[in-house]
Structure formats: structure tokens, C-alpha cells
């Protein structure tokens, strides 16, 4: 089975960028300098910063299932210059392959079904064992040592 790598999209992001200090702070959000090469992979692009550029970290509701006991949200970088990849269909983002992973697996409802941790370098393999299970939704990907989400993976439409 293959799948789609699914980023977040730009638009509920893109006005933080002109928000004041005090405005982005209320949102309990940040502006970040990106300090070191792979230090800050954006949740839009799919891409690490650059050292030097410009991003937000903000929460962001990634598993919306007010129903399950996994709901969850959690910190996410966005790039000032973030652009949308589109669906990433069948291919592991560098971003994700270079990467340790907590993949986690969940169905229609928000359960989880399934989790490991995964070197980036493997995980091809693994969403297309998961995704060939028609219980199985969507996986939720996450860097292991911060737990931080990163991207989902779903059948592609």
C-alpha cells in the first residue's frame, strides 16, 4: 500500500507572522531564530530551517478526536518562508528520513492501533505495513527524543 505524506497547511499560520510581540505571546506563541542546520524542521514545508531564518513555534492541535483519550497538540515550527509541498506521495521526506521517529498509528476514531520508533531510513517500510491495514487511518509522525509532531500519513486520495 502506498501512502501520502500530509504537511499542515500555511494559511492558519500566516498571520502570526504580522502579529505584535505581545499578540503572538498571548497565542502562546514564539519567534524563533533558527540556530543550527536541522534544528527546526517546519510542519508547512517539510523542510529544516536554515541557520539564521526566521520561524514561529506555536501549539497546534494535531490529533483532533475530542472523543478519544489521544487527542493531542503540542509544539510545531512554521518557516516565515514556508511554502506548501503538496501531498508527498509515496516518498519519505528528508526532513522525516533523517530523523528518529515515534510513529504512531490510529483509526477512525482516533485510537491508537499501533506505535514504535523508527529510524527515518525505515519508515517507507513501515507506513506501507500500516496503511495496508484497513483499520488503520492515519499515521501520526513525531520526532522520538522531544516527541514533537511532524507530519501524518494517510492513504492517498
Known sequence: MTYQIDALPLAPFAPLFALSEEALLALGGRRMIADSPHS??????????????????ISHR?????ASPYHAEGAVFVREAAVEP??????????LGRRLLSVRAYDTDG???DADVVEGRVLD?????WLDNPV????QLHTARRG?????AVRPD
Open 40 to 57: 527546526a524542521p517546519c510542519r508547512v514545508s517539510l523542510v529544516d530551517a536554515a541557520p539564521g531564518e526566521r520561524l514561529i513555534l
Open 62 to 66: 494535531h490529533l483532533d478526536a475530542p
Open 86 to 95: 503538496g501531498p508527498v506521495i509515496g516518498t519519505v521526506p528528508d526532513l
Open 111 to 113: 485510537m491508537m492501533t
Open 125 to 129: 517500510a513501515r507506513l506501507r505495513l
Open 136 to 139: 488503520v487511518a492515519q499515521v
Open 148 to 152: 514533537c509532531y511532524l507530519a501524518r
